[in-house]
């Protein structure tokens, strides 16, 4: 391990595009020990990331930018600039874009680790050949790192809100 970084600039950190939603990595767990890692994910304007539960880490959501609407469990809201969205483990959630503009959250994960999950989404997002592969081994991936997708809600918000599923 090198010097430690204790400012990260704005532009600093890889990025990567997974269909409607970025991933700009931010600190990293190696930074932290594995306690923690962070991560901003800009959004595009009508975009639905899938329902999904996580088995081994908490998300928390500070909204940096835009309307971001969210459902945890059976309870929905949206949250602007300055709001946190508190997504914890063994409870199915999803976030969207719920304005005309696009939207950023910084995500804290805790504890690290979920991080390399989309690090290695990105080389899937890149080498799918069509939507039925991308499913594919997104859902694969996910089962490494104790993650599950759902299809639960995806109908009823979609057309509720005029979303688009990220990837689509």
Partial sequence: MGAL??????????????????????????????????????????RLVPPHIHSREDEFSYVLQGRVGARVGDQEA????????????????????????????????????????FDQMGTVAETATGPAEFIQRRDELGEQYGLEFSDEWVDELTAKYRLKLVGE
């Fill in 5 to 46: 970084r204790f400012v990260v600039e704005p532009d600093e950190g890889k990025s990567i595009g997974l269909g409607g939603i970025g991933v700009d990595f931010k600190i990293m767990g190696e930074e932290t020990d594995n306690q923690f890692s962070i991560v901003e994910h800009p959004i595009d304007p009508g």
């Fill in 78 to 117: 949206t949250a602007g600039p300055g709001s946190y969205v508190l997504k914890p483990r063994g409870i199915l959630h999803t976030f969207w874009n719920a304005g005309p503009e696009p939207a950023r959250i910084l995500e804290i994960i805790f504890p690290a680790g979920f991080e390399q999950f």
